[in-house]
């Protein structure tokens, strides 16, 4: 049975990608009481990493699509955390983003706002959440972005 959220994910014409696997020596989420720490998710897309760095090789709207993808998944963990009931997620509390950032790149806020929105066009009022946004001078691999999230599930 499909539930509400993979039902606006959908409708949204939105999939969620595969549970990507830890690149690095860490797991790819901790639970712990009914919060779910999920580790940092890079921008990545069905053709692989979203690579470059904002002000240089990538504009807003560029870094707001491979935060989008950052945040699909993140809900893609989510669901693995919950063994594939998405309906157990309650709502998101924070993400922290990191942004690969010229020096004089201050449009990291606008960049994330990918990701936000995304989680609020699918979650309704349970995607609001609180946010850290920071540009970074590089990221692992050249990613554009890497964000990860603390969720409430039930």
């Given at each position: 049975?499909?539930?509400?959220?993979?039902?606006?994910?959908?409708?949204?014409?939105?999939?969620?990608p595969?549970?990507?696997?830890?690149?690095?020596?860490?797991?790819?989420?901790?639970?712990?009481?009914?919060?779910?720490?999920?580790?940092?998710?890079?921008?990545?897309?069905?053709?692989?990493l979203?690579?470059?760095?904002?002000?240089?090789?990538?504009?807003?709207?560029?870094?707001?699509?491979?935060?989008?993808?950052?945040?699909?998944s993140l809900?893609?963990?989510?669901?693995?955390?919950?063994?594939?009931d998405?309906?157990?997620?309650?709502?998101?509390?924070?993400?922290n983003?990191?942004?690969?950032?010229?020096?004089?790149?201050?449009?990291?806020?606008?960049?994330?706002?990918?990701?936000?929105?995304?989680?609020?066009?699918?979650?309704?009022?349970a995607?609001?959440?609180?946010?850290?946004?920071?540009?970074?001078?590089q990221?692992?691999?050249?990613?554009?972005?890497?964000?990860?999230?603390?969720?409430?599930?039930?």
């Amino acid at each position: 049975m499909t539930n509400p959220i993979e039902t606006r994910l959908a409708a949204l014409g939105l999939t969620l990608p595969d549970a990507p696997a830890p690149l690095a020596a860490y797991v790819p989420f901790v639970r712990t009481g009914d919060l779910l720490h999920v580790s940092g998710q890079v921008s990545s897309d069905a053709d692989g990493l979203i690579l470059g760095q904002l002000g240089k090789d990538l504009d807003v709207e560029a870094g707001q699509k491979a935060a989008a993808r950052c945040a699909l998944s993140l809900l893609a963990q989510v669901k693995a955390a919950c063994d594939g009931d998405l309906s157990r997620l309650v709502r998101v509390v924070k993400l922290n983003a990191f942004v690969n950032s010229t020096a004089d790149f201050t449009d990291q806020p606008a960049v994330v706002n990918g990701a936000s929105n995304l989680l609020g066009e699918v979650l309704g009022e349970a995607g609001k959440h609180a946010r850290s946004a920071v540009g970074v001078a590089q990221l692992p691999f050249g990613v554009a972005v890497e964000i990860d999230g603390i969720f409430q599930l039930s």
